[in-house]
């Protein structure tokens, strides 16, 4: 079931992710093979935020392909997939909105990053915005909730 709207899904994916936490994010290597690694991130509506260092393997790939697509699977039954387009943020002002809104969520959603970056302008601090074009809420045995950004 097609739904046009992120809002009439944006609970259920919350909750689903919240529990969750931690999910799988696959991207494209160089010689256009998928690869696949844990990550830790903060949403806000339908916009995610990745803290990441620059100078990773996801950012090699990302270089050449921009595509992500992400696994949350807490419960084998009730996934959420999601399909974004990943770019690094470098507006300061928007780097330090994201640095403390990490802070501010509860854990284990939320985090402090200042016991692994010194703060944003860390060379090693990267911040990925994830902007998805589709997010699916798959549950077995019933229809797949499906939210696509319009064209």
Known sequence: MEVPDFAEIQAEFMRRLS????CAMATVDR???????????VWEGSTGWIVSRR????AKHLQN????????????DKPIYIDCMAGWED????????WELLKTIPAPLG???????SGIDDPNFGLLKLLPWRVELYTLGSESIIWRLPA
């Open 91 to 98: 507006d300061p002002a928007e780097k330090q909105r994201i």
């Open 111 to 117: 985090f402090d990053p200042a016991p692994f970056y």
């Open 55 to 58: 100078l990773s393997p996801k």
């Open 31 to 41: 010689k256009g093979r998928p690869r696949s690694r844990i990550v830790h991130a």
């Open 19 to 22: 529990q969750a936490v931690y």
């Open 65 to 76: 392909n921009p595509h992500v697509s992400l696994a949350y699977i807490q419960d084998k």
